[in-house]
C-alpha cells in the first residue's frame, strides 16, 4: 500500500512484467536446394539428374549458364558442387550457375571409354561402354535442362576420377558438347594411358573446342605422365594444375572453387591474399 501511494505521488515507477509464456518452436519443414528429374537412361534404369538454381533465379528473367557435373547423385558430388556454387557466387569467385547433376551407377562402364589392358577387363568385365552415357548426356539430358529452365547457352562439365577420364574424352573426341571442361584428378592411367597417347591424333583433326582445366595430384608417374602427355598436345587450350601436394582423396574439394573459378570467370578483382588468383583463370 505504501509502495502505491508513493508511486502516485512520485515518479513512475518501474512496474514488473508479468513473464511470458514460452514459444514452442515451429514445425520442422522441408529445406529445399533443388529439383530432381528420373530420365531413362536404358530398359528399367532411371537415372535421377539433379537440378540446383542460383540465388535469385525465382525473381526476374535472368538466364544462366550451366554447370553439368558427371557423378551428380543425391549420394554423389550434387550437394558439394552445389554448395561450392553458391559460395563461390557470394565471393564474386565465380557467375551464379544452374547446377546440374547427372547420376551414374556402374561407373567403369558409363565413364570409360575403352575395356583396358588384360588385367583390368578380366577385373572390370564390363568396363569401356562411355560412348552410351556421352548419347544420354547430349540427347536427353542437355535437351530437357534447356527447355525446362532459363539457360543462356553458355555451359561447362565438371567432375573427378573417372569422371575426369570421361571428360577429357568428351574433349577430345566429342569436344562442342560442351564450352568448357574441368577434369579433377582425371583417372587417365587407365588401359596404360590409352587416351592421352591418342590424344594428338584426336587433336590433329583441329575441331573446334573450348579449354580443359586439367589437374592431377600425388598418384604416381601414370598419372602425371598421362596428365603432361594431353596438356603437351593440346597447347594453350589446357591449364595443366599439378598438386602433388593432394591426395585423391583430398583433391576435389580443394580445386573444386578454382575449377568453377576457370569456367565460369568474373570481372571482379580481388585481393591476392583472398587466394582466389588461379593459373588459367582470367576472363578473356
Known amino acids: 500500500m505504501l509502495l502505491a501511494l508513493a508511486c502516485l505521488f512520485s515518479a513512475p515507477c518501474a512496474v514488473a512484467a508479468a513473464p511470458s509464456a514460452a514459444v514452442a518452436p515451429s514445425a520442422a519443414v522441408p529445406i529445399t536446394i533443388g529439383e530432381t528429374h528420373l530420365i531413362p537412361f536404358a530398359k528399367d534404369d532411371m537415372r535421377q539428374v539433379n537440378v540446383y538454381l542460383p540465388d535469385g533465379y525465382g525473381q526476374g528473367n535472368t538466364r544462366y549458364p550451366v554447370l553439368y557435373l558427371i557423378d551428380g547423385g543425391l549420394s554423389q558430388d550434387f550437394l558439394h558442387i552445389a554448395g561450392t556454387s553458391a559460395l563461390n557466387a557470394v565471393w564474386g569467385r565465380s ?54 529452365y532459363r539457360t543462356n547457352g553458355d555451359d561447362g562439365v565438371i567432375g573427378e576420377s573417372l569422371a575426369g577420364l570421361f571428360i577429357t574424352e568428351i574433349w577430345l573426341r566429342e569436344p562442342g558438347l560442351f564450352h568448357r571442361y574441368a577434369a579433377i584428378d582425371a583417372s587417365l592411367w587407365w588401359d596404360d594411358g590409352a587416351l592421352a597417347k591418342a590424344a594428338a591424333g584426336l587433336l590433329a583433326a583441329d575441331r573446334q573446342r573450348g579449354p580443359l582445366f586439367l589437374t592431377y595430384s600425388n598418384e604416381g608417374p601414370e598419372t602425371a605422365q598421362a596428365a603432361k602427355v594431353v596438356a603437351d598436345a593440346s597447347g594453350p587450350l589446357v591449364c595443366l594444375v599439378p598438386r602433388e601436394d593432394l591426395t585423391h582423396a583430398t583433391a576435389y574439394h580443394t580445386l573444386a572453387p578454382q575449377a568453377l573459378q576457370f569456367l565460369f570467370p568474373t570481372d571482379n578483382k580481388h585481393d591476392a591474399e583472398w587466394g582466389f588468383e588461379v593459373t588459367c583463370s582470367k576472363k578473356s
Open 95 to 148: 557467375l551464379p550457375v544452374i547446377v546440374v547433376g547427372i547420376e551414374s551407377k556402374d561407373r567403369r562402364a558409363e565413364l570409360i571409354g575403352s575395356p583396358g589392358n588384360a588385367g583390368q577387363r578380366k577385373q572390370y568385365p564390363t568396363a569401356g561402354q562411355s560412348a552410351a552415357f556421352r548419347t544420354f548426356l547430349r540427347d536427353q539430358v542437355k535437351p530437357l535442362v534447356e527447355a525446362t
